[in-house]
């Protein structure tokens, strides 16, 4: 694997089980191992463990959501370029799906899908999840993880993560704009002219 375009602890983050409870700190209260160091790449560990071993170390937490790992975009992008991956908004925080998570067809109507597993996609990005973008970089090498292709990658897939926002926001005003417009002239007219009804003698 070319390590310019993975970075060499991505598969492990990816096929490490999180969440399990910690051997060392199981009766604690936060011992759920889901946390990842990225200096060590070895399994997964928890916030007693951090403090202990891993003090100054590059960390990232994995978080879950209906049954699936994600990771949080403020935190993946310091150490990864996710450009291409479709990112979601869950609990107020921008995250991505570690891998890709099975899905019956695609229904009529869907107009992005995923390159890889086909799962459709809310935004027009190439991929659903970070593996499933690994495997393209596998078969291809038509994409990276690389932090140094980052710029040119997100400007040939449409700009940055602002950009991004502000076409979000401008999809859902453009679903509005065809009722906001004013009536032409036609629609003011009358058809024929009132007829008053007679009064009673």
Known sequence: MDTTLVPPWLESVLNTTFFNVCRIHGDAARSECNMFCLDCNSDAFCFYCRSSRHKDHQVIQIRRSSYHDVVRVAEIQKVLNISGVQTYVINSAR?????????????????????????????????????????????????????????????????????????????????????????????????????????GS
């Open 95 to 199: 995250v991505l799906f570690l891998n890709e998570r099975p899905q019956p067809k695609s229904g009529k109507g869907v107009v992005h899908i995923c390159e890889i597993c086909g799962r459709s996609l809310l935004d027009p990005f190439r991929f659903c999840s970070l593996g499933c973008k690994l495997v393209r970089i596998k078969r291809n090498g038509d994409a990276s993880f690389a932090l140094d292709d980052r710029n040119n990658a997100i400007a040939m897939e449409g700009g940055s993560r602002q950009q991004e926002e502000k076409l979000r926001e401008g999809s859902q005003q453009d679903i509005y704009t065809g009722t906001h417009l004013p009536p032409t002239s036609n629609a003011r007219r009358r058809k024929g002219t009132p007829h008053r009804a007679p009064f």
